[in-house]
DNA sequence: GTTGAGCGTT
């Protein structure tokens, strides 16, 4: 059941709006929201027809609550990650709206004014390098924000529900399509997602601080060691160095950034399960 | 039934 397009625009007051370039023609507004409904609260979505046939325009508007909420869902669904940006066979282009009403004040994609963040609903984010250390480096930090947008906490009633789902099928290498749902208790779910992450990034850095091959340690000891269990990433210290300089002396395997990723996020899965079955305690993590 | 740069519903 639709509730968009039909009765105008119902709270423009205080939202921000996107532009939806290169949708295909038989996209609807019900096409669209489950995409940009992942990123923050959407108030509406509107495709502009023509006023005679009822054809669409090929673009559509989709207003948020939350700017923040906008702004991700435009680094999300804009990006080059197929898997989230491919609508109906089309590769959707977003973008902050410029004209019409509410129009918000934009300045190189971004809106430059006081942006009203959405409560108990922050991520954390994977920890930049001050500094490019590598190319490689800032590519794996790219894929694992987007990782983390597609693993979902909704607070619902004092319970969380978390849903894992990614899809790599567009890009022709992997297929991988996991979905977990369940309730459980929030504080123990949204302790999962910050720890997967920051062990993560902190394999990153020790591996780059250590001089070994970025790849090697987290494909060899990261994601081992978060399907072990959730360690605290200070524990993992002395431990990731010493096996980092033991890869150096092994062959190296061949493995691209889009496998690490793909295992990070099967780590990941199977840790929520673990999670979810109640192998893992909430003590464990810290 | 087709098309393809762009900015909006009463």
């Not at 210290?237 to 691209?256: D, I, N, T, Y």
Request: glycine share 8%.
């Amino acid at each position: 059941m639709s509730h968009f397009g039909r009765t105008g625009p119902p709270d423009i007051k205080d939202t921000y709006s996107l532009l939806v370039l290169n949708i295909s023609f038989r996209t609807n507004a019900d096409d669209l929201f489950p995409l940009f409904d992942r990123y923050g609260k959407v108030v509406d979505v509107f495709i502009p027809r023509d006023r005679r046939t009822g054809e669409s325009r090929g673009f559509a508007f989709v207003r948020y609550k939350y700017a923040d909420e906008a702004q991700m869902a435009v680094e999300r669904l804009d990006g080059k990650f197929p898997p989230w940006r491919e609508v109906d066979g089309r590769n959707i282009m977003v973008q902050f709206a410029k004209y019409g009403p509410n129009a918000e004040r934009i300045h190189k994609g971004k809106i430059m004014e006081a942006i009203p963040s959405r409560r108990g609903r922050s991520r954390s984010r994977s920890p930049r390098p001050r500094q490019v250390v590598s190319e490689q480096l800032n590519t794996l930090y790219d894929y694992l924000a987007d990782i983390e947008t597609a693993i979902e906490i909704e607070n619902i009633e004092g319970e969380a529900a978390v849903e894992a789902e990614i899809g790599m099928r567009e890009i022709g290498i992997v297929t991988v399509r996991e979905r977990i749902a369940a309730e459980v208790e929030a504080e123990a779910e949204a302790e999962v997602l910050v720890e997967v992450l920051t062990i993560i990034g902190a394999v990153a850095e020790i591996a780059v601080g250590a001089g070994v091959l970025l790849m090697t340690v987290l494909h060899q000891l990261g994601v081992v060691l978060i399907l072990q269990g959730v360690h605290h990433p200070v524990a993992l210290l002395p431990q990731a160095l010493r096996k980092g300089a033991m890869a150096e002396s092994h062959p190296l395997q061949k493995v691209s950034l889009l496998q690490v990723a793909v295992q990070i996020l099967e780590a990941h899965l199977l840790t929520a399960q673990m999670r979810i079955d109640g192998c893992l305690g909430v003590e464990e993590l810290v």
